[in-house]
């Protein structure tokens, strides 16, 4: 009985959604009552997307700050390490309190982000840092607001009020970098490739892995949100232990 009752919630919290594809034709489905208002497939799905978004734009600003030549990439660098690693922490202490399980690898898509800007250098990697990022944020910003807009859980909507302030803030300094090609990066922006769900959904984490956590810089500016005053002091669980910091 209880293997059967955690395989249920494991397939409550992380089905095939997990990052981007959906599970049914609606998204507005109530999939848990919560003390902090009802969870819908949505709302699961946009912590997950806030999580899986960290676990690239994270490491990309690392390389960002090693390879960047100019000074406004190397800011932007320091924006995305900054907001990424803030956004990780709330989303690693809500989580468990509504019972999604958080991946600890960015998409297939995600990763090839990173490979592609782990392999350039010089004007190359400068611009196509700017563009790429530009062009990822700028995807993610309605949802951020759709979400906003909708959910009626305390926990998610506060992680959206904080990922609006963070994505308006990286895509303003992608696009002072003076390298943002608006026409290409927004036609890529409204007119994504068709890829398979496959490519778009980050893996399940690995049973008996200490969770990834993306470590604030010593200069950090951005704050996590106040969870525990939102839930009136207290969560419902823990979550897994921490791994060694990311990079």
């Known amino acids: 009985m209880g293997g059967a009752m955690a395989l249920t919630l494991a397939a409550l919290a992380y089905p095939g959604m997990l990052g ?7 998204q507005d489905r109530v ?8 969870l819908t497939e949505q709302d699961r799905d946009f912590v997950v997307k806030v999580r899986a978004a960290g676990l690239w734009e994270y490491p990309v600003g690392q390389i960002g700050l090693r390879k960047g030549g100019s000074k406004g990439v190397i800011t932007a660098s320091r924006h995305l390490v900054d ?7 709330t989303c690693r202490k809500i989580a468990p309190m ?28 400068d611009t196509d840092f700017a563009n ?12 951020v ?36 090609d608006f026409d290409q990066t927004l036609f890529q922006q409204t007119t994504p490739p068709k890829l398979p769900d496959s490519d778009l959904t ?16 010593p200069s950090a500016t951005s704050t996590p949100v106040d969870i525990d005053g939102i839930a009136g002091g207290g969560t419902a669980g823990a979550g897994p232990s921490p791994a060694p910091p990311a990079g």
Do not use: C, Y
């Open 145 to 180: 607001a759709k979400i906003r807009s909708t959910t009626k859980n305390s926990l998610v909507r506060a992680l959206a009020d904080q990922a609006n302030d963070t994505v308006l803030d990286h895509i303003s300094v992608m696009e002072r970098t003076g390298l943002v």
């Open 31 to 38: 999939i848990a009552s919560t003390q902090w208002g009802p």
């Open 83 to 89: 907001g990424h690693a803030a956004l990780d922490t």
């Open 202 to 217: 980050p893996p399940p984490p690995a049973a008996g892995r200490p969770q990834v956590v993306l470590t604030p810089p």
């Open 20 to 26: 981007l594809s959906k599970v049914s034709g609606a």
């Open 98 to 125: 509504l019972n999604i399980t958080l991946p600890d690898e960015a998409s297939p898509q995600q990763q090839g982000f990173v490979r592609q800007l782990n392999g350039e250098s010089g004007r190359q990697f």
């Open 132 to 143: 790429i990022l530009r062009m990822t944020h700028g995807s993610i910003f309605n949802t």
